[in-house]
């Protein structure tokens, strides 16, 4: 196999990842930051955020010769004929995707090429980016009075965190747009050993194909956090509903977990840009807003079922379990967890915290909580435990120990991941999401 000299612009979660799997295919890649430290640290085989199995991976890889770090984007762009723009792209003001990066990049990128490249898109960037991209190339080309050709290509990744080396070596599909010939054949032959079948879309298809995706899982989720009102309502049961659902194969058992609502850096995100997408061409998207509005107000949705079964949380003490936005990562961004705390001391609890991860970026936050080293600690005296992600440390607490700990047994669980028969059996007072209020399953 021909082995494709990549260089990859940004060495966020995404950037390193996707680094990791091209040298596991052994490919040569580069990965640059101007971000000295983060380079320093992955020099050193040091992650600079956490994600089970990759540092390993970055050691072996960095070792075998395929993998290296640099903050000097020049000589990454001199050695290598496809380069990757992985920087982030976070959210402006008004909802709308921040491209500032991914046109720093690109001007970079002009500013210094010296023959022709492929420039790959990973970021995940609104419909339209491809041709901003290769606009300013050509202009800084022009500028040097040069006229290389260039050849954009969209490629977005499909990643969940905590499960990104999987994903990354793994890939359920890969999504090529592309124009011309020539880089369709290098990025096949980067992606020869992903054994994925691949979609080749024109570069716009390709950046709708990732904002549609992560809409869609989004709208999934809301869906059932609004059916699990009603269930609520209803004397049903969401997990019954959902699990009857999910056995039909045009609808599928994933993404039908109801809980506190869809968190991390990207459905919040997405949903908003793409949100924002319509706005500017004069569509409204009913079910999306919907989507991300049910979203917006699930925690207070739930926090009120709270308050009508413990009463009011001022002076209680609350006990937090689980601070990151989904279980197996350290990412606290946009987590509902968030929410909940300022709500808790809105209303004036006294509240203590619990996460195996997400502790060190809530503190910055939150300095007023106090945060536990176990969660037997954080959970003494408590007036009520809030379950806000499923951490499978968390599930396997001893429950019956806990209910020894705790001043008073109620148990909201946010994510619907215990056994309500066996904590109510254990004589807690458990509520989750969308199971009946007069229901006593
Ligand atoms: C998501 C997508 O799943 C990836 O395919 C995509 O590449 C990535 O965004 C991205 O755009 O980079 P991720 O944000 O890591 O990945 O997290 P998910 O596993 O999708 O979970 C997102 C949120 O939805 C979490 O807060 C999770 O708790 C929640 N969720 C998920 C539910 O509430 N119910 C479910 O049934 C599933």
Redesign the pocket.
Known sequence: MTHVDVAVIGTG??GTTTSIAFAAWDHKVIAIDSDREKISKLNRSVLPFYEEGLEKRLEQYRGSGNLSFTDDLKQGIARCDVLFIAVGTPSSPDGSADLSYVEMVARQIGQMMDRYKVVVTKS?VPVGTGDKIKAIITDELKKRNLSFSVDIVSN?????????LY?ALHPERVVIGCETETAKKVMATLYERAQAPILYTTIRDAEMI?YA??AF??T??SF??ELARLCEKTGTNIMKVTEGMGMDSRIGP??????????????PK?TTALLNLAREQKIVLPILQAASDVNQTQVTWFMKRIQRTMGSFSGKRITLLGLT???E?D?TR???SLKIIEQLLQNKAVVNAYDPQGMEHVKKIYPQVVYKLTPYEALKGADAIILA??WREILDLDWSKVKGLVTQPYLFDG?NALDPSAMRDLGYCYVGIGIGERGDY
Not at 156 to 164: M, T, V
Not at 254 to 267: D, E, K, N, P, V
């Open positions: 979660y995404v995940t977005p990744e499909f990643l969940r965190e905590g499960r990104a994903d990732k995706a992560n899982l989004a999934k989720i059932v956090n994933q993404f039908l977990r109801a809980g506190i609502g869809y968190g991390g850096s990207c459905f997405d936005f989904k279980p990562t990412d946009e987590a509902p992600t499923e994510r």
